[in-house]
């Protein structure tokens, strides 16, 4: 059996019509996995593209090298380099700055 390439997905996506981005997240983690660029909330982990939870680091069952979506640190930073287009495919820019990391960092330092 053949690996499924980017432009299998994508065409497979564009075959179904009008579909909820939703709907596409879903389909697509369910043609290839999981993204491991991630968000995350009292220690569970969930799926940067569709949202589902992937992990769990309360119970030590994480997915390995991660990217935290919003945290541009070095080590996020090489994991995203190491990644490909399976990780990547319609996850948003986990490293694009927002309002609320825009408000943070004015506030930074401050009491």
Request: glycine share 10%.
């Amino acid at each position: 059996m053949t690996e499924l390439t980017q432009q299998d997905v994508e065409a497979k996506i564009a075959a179904l019509g009008d579909i909820t981005v939703e709907q596409r997240n879903n389909i697509v983690c369910a043609l290839i996995g999981h993204s491991h660029i991630i968000t995350g909330f009292m220690g569970y982990q969930y799926c940067g593209r569709c949202s589902a939870q992937i992990g769990d680091t309360l119970a030590s069952v994480g997915v390995g090298d991660v990217v935290l979506i919003g945290h541009n640190c070095a080590t996020c930073q090489a994991n995203y380099a190491g990644m490909d287009w399976k990780h990547k495919l319609f996850v948003p820019d986990p490293f694009a700055v927002t309002e609320d990391a825009e408000r943070d960092k004015s506030t930074e330092g401050k009491v």
